[in-house]
């Protein structure tokens, strides 16, 4: 059972101090994660992978999606592979505590790293997919360039954002396991709202009925900005003027606010993770 809860510099101290836990326990959730199916890890670029082809052919063939929208699979498969990502991590955050609970009342040690833990695990997992990305651009004529460079930064950036939703969501999930079963629909309307299989630049243009600020608000939105960043620095013809205003200051911004306010919120209930 959790005792009182610590300072919160003492939390931080005590989360550094289990570092190679938490990076131990990430590598075994993933080699765990097929280990019964027969390809094995493979799953992990299949995964994504799949679920881009069926994405291409529903919205990119069926409902046309992918017109004035150039190199259409770079731009799709690189959606999808960073939604997934956060999708992720969103989704194991919610079972971090609920899903761990005997860890959590034999083992005394800062809750924390269950969460974090396991958006390491999808930032490895991300990793297997961006070498299938790499190959998908090559195959669609985007060579590696200096430009490339730029998929470092925004990815730590998501990453700290990941990181803070995935702490917010371990300790709503904690208290209201429930809320497992409604985010799979929650998750799905963030997705149709981030630009993952089209073009939230090209809404304004298509539906003149939508206000400008709809369409602002949902280029601005965290999941979209790191999706168009990755675009930006991995596809030729994605251009800055794609981008929504200052996106460098959002990319930072929603990591640093998430990653900050999620870690308080998430300490603030330390002592009480495990009991009930």
Not at 110 to 118: F, I, T, V
Not at 128 to 149: D, E, K, N, T
Request: one cysteine or more; aromatic letters at 14%.
């Amino acid at each position: 059972m959790s005792g009182a809860r610590p300072t919160l510099r003492q939390y931080i101290g005590q989360l550094w101090s289990r570092r190679h836990f938490i990076t131990t326990f990430a590598t075994a959730k993933l080699t765990a994660q097929y280990s019964q199916a027969k390809l094995g890890q493979i799953w992990q670029i299949m995964t994504p992978l799949l679920n881009a082809i069926v994405y291409f052919f529903i919205f990119g063939v069926l409902l046309g999606t992918k017109k004035g929208v150039p190199d259409y699979v770079p731009f799709l498969v690189t959606g999808v592979f960073i939604w997934t990502y956060t999708s992720s991590s969103v989704t194991a955050g919610t079972r971090a505590i609920s899903g761990n609970q005997g860890l959590v009342r034999a083992l005394h040690f800062p809750r924390a790293s269950l969460p974090l833990s396991l958006v390491l695990q999808q930032l490895q997992q991300l990793f297997f997919s961006m070498c299938a990305l790499v190959v998908i651009l090559v195959a669609f004529g985007q060579y590696p360039r200096f430009h490339w460079a730029l998929a470092i930064p925004a990815l730590i950036c998501q990453s700290l954002f990941c990181a803070g939703i995935s702490l917010i969501m371990a300790r709503l999930g904690a208290k209201t396991p429930d809320i497992a079963q409604l985010m799979p629909f929650i998750l799905r309307v963030w997705m149709y709202t981030s630009g993952v299989m089209w073009s939230v630049e090209k809404l304004a243009g298509s539906h003149e009925g939508i206000p400008s600020w709809v369409v602002m608000a949902l280029r601005c939105q965290p999941a979209a900005v790191y999706i168009d960043m990755m675009r930006y620095a991995l596809i030729d013809s994605f251009h800055a003027n794609q981008l929504p205003p200052h996106v460098w200051a959002l990319c930072l911004g929603w990591g640093l606010l998430f990653f900050a306010g999620g870690f308080v919120y998430f300490w603030r209930a330390e002592e009480s993770y495990g009991r009930g």
